[in-house]
């Protein structure tokens, strides 16, 4: 076997990517394309942003790596009401921009490097265009009362992105030797593009620019605030599985005394 189908065993190699999309309104000053309402953008990008943002609002999210070191082509699979809805893009930036009324699930498909020796892998992603649900100030507090008025800028730009680990478990040798070469910049402590009134990355929303160690953070704690919950549910309903079984044993005692008492009552009005 030559050194170049080798694959180097006990090593795994990771790389992060985001996959989603970014939609904004079609604005009252642009030309309109028949019924559609938003532009928007899917792709699959780094998790990490450039240190500068464009203006475009559909490239606000990652993207500051070169991903094709790894990904040689990646494939979209649009809804069948758009013409060749199967997008092929075989150099980055692996995206698609489009205009349309309508949310839809978008079949993605990573190919990736002949080094790599690697299958495809599969991902679908739901386009959003609508923040909805709405931001809670915009309900009323008195359901009399009429709807509060939704400022434009909470409606656009909206973003919906995955963040995804790839692991090359045993790499091939050269694909290795790629990878070594090509190491992804480090998610950042903290967002450094901060937040906007845009939706939807992160739990808190409004963030643009990348994922950052702190949101992998506030996950773990999310992560850990809910399993205490659980931990305390389950002990209340422990302790009231325990009344229950206290209940039970007391109703059962009773039901015995009654029961004997019924007996020894039948037994002395017998007729000798
Ligand atoms: C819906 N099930 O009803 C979805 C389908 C399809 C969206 C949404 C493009 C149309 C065109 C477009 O926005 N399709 O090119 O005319 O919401």
Same mark, same amino acid.
């Given at each position: 076997?030559?050194?170049?189908?080798?694959?180097?065993?006990?090593?795994?190699?990771?790389?992060?990517?985001?996959?989603?999309?970014?939609?904004?309104?079609?604005?009252?000053?642009?030309?309109?394309?028949?019924?559609?309402?938003?532009?928007? &953008?899917?792709?699959?990008?780094?998790?990490?942003?450039?240190?500068?943002?464009?203006?475009?609002?559909?490239?606000?999210?990652?993207?500051?790596?070169?991903?094709?070191?790894?990904?040689?082509?990646?494939?979209?699979?649009?809804?069948? &009401?758009?013409?060749?809805?199967?997008?092929?893009?075989?150099?980055?930036?692996?995206?698609?921009?489009?205009?349309?009324?309508?949310?839809?699930?978008?079949?993605?498909?990573?190919?990736?490097?002949?080094?790599?020796?690697?299958?495809?892998?599969?991902?679908?992603?739901?386009?959003?265009?609508?923040?909805?649900?709405?931001?809670?100030?915009?309900?009323?507090?008195?359901?009399?009362?009429?709807?509060?008025?939704?400022?434009?800028?909470?409606?656009?730009?909206?973003?919906?992105?995955?963040?995804?680990?790839?692991?090359?478990?045993?790499?091939?040798?050269?694909?290795?030797?790629?990878?070594?070469?090509?190491?992804? &910049?480090?998610?950042?402590?903290?967002?450094?593009?901060?937040?906007?009134?845009?939706?939807?990355?992160?739990?808190?929303?409004?963030?643009?620019?990348?994922?950052?160690?702190?949101?992998?953070?506030?996950?773990?704690?999310?992560?850990?605030?809910?399993?205490?919950? &659980?931990?305390?549910?389950?002990?209340?309903?422990?302790?009231?599985?325990?009344?229950?079984?206290?209940?039970?044993?007391?109703?059962?005692?009773?039901?015995?005394?009654?029961?004997?008492?019924?007996?020894?009552?039948?037994?002395?009005?017998?007729?000798?």
């Amino acid at each position: 076997m030559s050194s170049g189908t080798k694959r180097i065993r006990g090593v795994s190699v990771y790389r992060p990517i985001i996959y989603g999309n970014s939609a904004c309104l079609i604005g009252p000053g642009e030309p309109p394309v028949g019924d559609h309402t938003h532009r928007w &953008t899917v792709a699959v990008r780094s998790a990490v942003a450039p240190a500068v943002l464009t203006r475009d609002p559909n490239q606000h999210i990652g993207g500051g790596d070169d991903i094709s070191h790894f990904i040689k082509k990646v494939t979209f699979k649009l809804h069948d &009401t758009y013409s060749t809805p199967l997008r092929s893009i075989e150099s980055p930036p692996f995206e698609v921009t489009e205009t349309g009324w309508g949310e839809f699930d978008i079949h993605i498909k990573i190919f990736f490097v002949p080094e790599a020796n690697e299958k495809p892998i599969n991902l679908t992603h739901h386009l959003k265009l609508h923040p909805w649900p709405l931001a809670p100030p915009t309900i009323p507090a008195n359901p009399s009362d009429p709807p509060l008025e939704i400022p434009e800028p909470l409606l656009s730009p909206v973003h919906a992105w995955q963040y995804e680990e790839i692991v090359f478990s045993e790499p091939m040798d050269p694909f290795y030797t790629i990878l070594l070469g090509k190491q992804p &910049t480090p998610l950042p402590k903290s967002n450094r593009h901060g937040k906007t009134a845009a939706y939807l990355l992160g739990p808190n929303g409004g963030q643009v620019g990348e994922f950052s160690l702190d949101m992998e953070d506030e996950e773990g704690a999310r992560l850990e605030a809910a399993r205490q919950k &659980t931990l305390v549910q389950i002990e209340a309903l422990r302790e009231k599985l325990a009344g229950h079984d206290g209940e039970i044993a007391k109703l059962k005692k009773e039901l015995e005394e009654a029961q004997a008492a019924a007996a020894a009552k039948a037994s002395s009005a017998t007729p000798a």
